[in-house]
């Protein structure tokens, strides 16, 4: 029997080294938007964009990261990454603190940074199965959405009191010290990673292309993510409009935005906590539809908030959404990093990524267009709806029927027999 993650030295550094950088994370999404709403006077349409070049980088270099990360060593990306991003964030710092700081400073630095998030987690996750052991996976994968949720918590806290005492510049800068204390706590980890197999000749085409067939010719993977895709596309206009939505339709303080954003992680952490147990009591299939479709109706509430009483109803129906998504990739992330051959992790990770966090930015630009040219609140009933409709996907197929995931292709085709004809 495996021992107790919490005894488990290597992933407590990681663990410990995540928290911190997404500490720090919450922060600059704190910060920056507010630079840019309150101090730089951006548009829904400007306020899209920022969010959109943060991850447009998930579709220009998602599936290329994911042939590089098995090609070179994790940790030394990661810690790479988490050096550059801290540079990147310390040049808003200054920018902000002498006054001369644009948006498109911001854009640029949203996009760069971007760059060095995907290399990073497409690194990150496919290191956590060569440190965890397979049965602990699912735990493993739940700490790390509690943490995150967590780390939302603190870094939205701390930001909102740090902006009110220090203001947005040094503030942001607060950051870039993060990237470099996770950087450093890579460096404590002591498992080696697995020898990668010497090829004689590389071709990054098909090595590639090995990644992304493994992906789209599996029974159960296309599925899971084409619901994660529609999740991803819906949320994101929400979160595009978030601090703008807050600040000049619901009327509230920096303060105010700040603890909003706060108490709706611990719908994240709710989540986190209680997948694995949730997975095991109704099934690690039953749980991919059953969260969007049954915590996905109280995000309607978002779009139904008035100034007043508003900054409740949008907290509830915010950490709904949290809850829904730390439930959900609990038990997706594990399942893939269970099913697939450890020499295609990389291009595994990066191809689902390259299509569930490709479709990020555009449902950023559309959240920003849409209010711009319908209005912040209908926008935002149509995405509400959309994360509800996302749960579809899984529930509208053959999975409906199935408990739990099978562990290999065989047992999919099986089910299918059983189920389906």
């Known amino acids: ?17 995540r928290t911190l950088s997404e500490t720090g994370d919450a922060i600059s999404l704190l910060a920056i938007p507010l630079l840019a709403v309150t101090v730089l ?75 060095c998030t995907v290399l990073y987690e497409t690194a990150h996750h496919s290191l956590v199965p060569t440190i965890v052991p397979p049965d602990q996976l699912l735990d493993a994968n739940g700490k790390m959405s509690t943490t995150y949720s967590v780390s939302m918590i603190a870094g939205y806290s701390v930001g909102g009191a740090l ?25 404590l980890i002591r498992r080696d990673e697995p020898a990668r197999a010497v090829a004689r000749k590389r071709h990054f085409r098909r090595e590639l292309a090995e990644g992304f067939s493994f992906v789209f010719r599996h029974p159960i993977m296309p599925r899971l993510v084409a619901a994660a895709a529609t999740l991803n596309l819906f949320s994101q206009m929400i979160f595009a409009l978030s601090v703008l939505y807050l600040v000049r339709v619901l009327q509230l303080s920096e303060g105010q935005v700040a603890l909003t954003l706060a108490l709706v992680t611990i719908g994240g952490i709710s989540g986190g906590l209680v997948s694995g147990r949730l997975a095991r009591v109704m099934g690690s299939a039953r749980i991919i539809w059953a969260a969007p479709i049954g915590l996905g109706w109280l995000v309607l509430l978002v779009p139904a908030s008035r100034p007043g009483w508003g900054m409740a109803t949008y907290t509830l129906g ?51 267009a849409l209010g711009s040219w319908i209005g912040v609140r209908p926008t935002l009933w149509i995405a509400a709806a959309g994360v509800w409709a996302s749960g579809l996907w899984v529930l509208l197929s053959p999975l409906r029927w199935m408990r739990d995931l099978p562990a290999d292709a065989a047992g999919m085709r099986n089910e299918e027999a059983i189920h389906v004809g």
């Not at 270099?61 to 990147?88: E, F, N, Q, T």
Request: glycine share 10%.
């Open 163 to 187: 902006i009110s005492m220090l203001g947005v510049a040094r503030t942001v800068g607060l950051d870039a010290l993060a990237y470099l204390g996770n950087a450093l706590s890579l460096l």
């Open 318 to 368: 915010m950490a709904a959404l949290s809850a829904l998504f730390a439930i959900y990739n609990a038990a997706s992330i594990s399942y893939r990093q269970r099913v697939c051959p450890p020499e295609l992790l990389g291009r595994m990770t990066a191809s689902v990524r390259w299509v569930i966090f490709g479709v990020m930015p555009l449902g950023a630009l559309l959240g920003g």
């Open 1 to 17: 029997m495996s021992r107790s993650l919490w005894r488990h030295r290597d992933f407590m550094v990681l663990w410990s080294g």
């Open 41 to 115: 006077e951006a548009s829904a349409l400007e306020a899209g964009v920022l969010t959109a070049t943060r991850m447009v980088a998930y579709l220009l270099i998602s599936l290329p990261a994911g042939v590089w990360v098995d090609r070179w060593p994790k940790r030394m990306i990661m810690i790479i990454c988490h050096l550059l991003r801290g540079g990147l964030v310390a040049t808003v710092a200054v920018g902000a603190w002498s006054g001369w700081v644009t948006m498109a400073q911001l854009w640029i630095v949203a996009l760069l940074s971007g760059v």
